[in-house]
């Protein structure tokens, strides 16, 4: 098994007044050599809008985008003719392919929307642009793990250009699990939403990042009540 942690302080912190963001890997004006990617999860950024402000269209190429709101309300618009809002409990994704143009703005002036903005480099390149949404049930993952992203297009989540899966776990304090990993060429990348986890011998707390390969099965321990994304990711 190899490893490599990333504590949430570590993180690049880039203040522009209307959006705060946190920077797991390199991103924008934050560059560090040592923390360019893991395997194909090129972006994770914890980012939170003031109300009523947001990014401007702006183009996107061969890139999938996830969207994971955490709290508060998101307009998307895009030059594919979506119009959407996604709020907590939404996943969103976007295949970017051979170009695309979107927005994203907070829905309200009197409440900041945070949200997970996730870019993970394609499997295929220059594909045709597209859109999909859908919202969760929270209660498939109370002690558990629901999947939300795969490569397959199957009712369990939404489809992504490359062979991820992505799972969501609200576990109660002293919940034991395992994810056993999918393809023996992937890695898997831990972020702690919410609580104390322990996982193969090491602790995590709020918004640590653990990377994790050459592994077959991870074991997962609640410290305290615990919401967590797990990621698996091609290396």
Known sequence: MKAILHKAETRGDANHGWLHSRHTFSFANYHDPERMQFGALRVLNDDKV???MGFGTHPHKNMEIVSIPLQGDLVHEDSMGNKTVIRNGDVQIMSAGTGVRHSERNKNQ????????????????DITPRYEQITLNPADRKNKLQQIISPEKTDA???????????????????????????????????????????????????DGFGIWDVDVLKINAIKDSEVLIMEIPM
């Open 50 to 52: 003031a109300g009523g």
């Open 157 to 207: 989540g939404v489809w992504i250009n490359q062979d991820a899966w992505f799972h969501l776990g609200n576990l109660d304090t002293d919940v034991n699990l395992e994810y056993k990993v999918k393809n023996n060429q992937n890695g898997v990348y831990i972020f702690v939403l919410e609580g104390t986890l322990e996982v193969e011998g090491q602790t995590l707390d709020k918004r």
């Open 110 to 125: 009197d409440e900041k929307v945070e949200f997970l903005q996730i870019w993970v480099l394609p499997r295929d390149l």
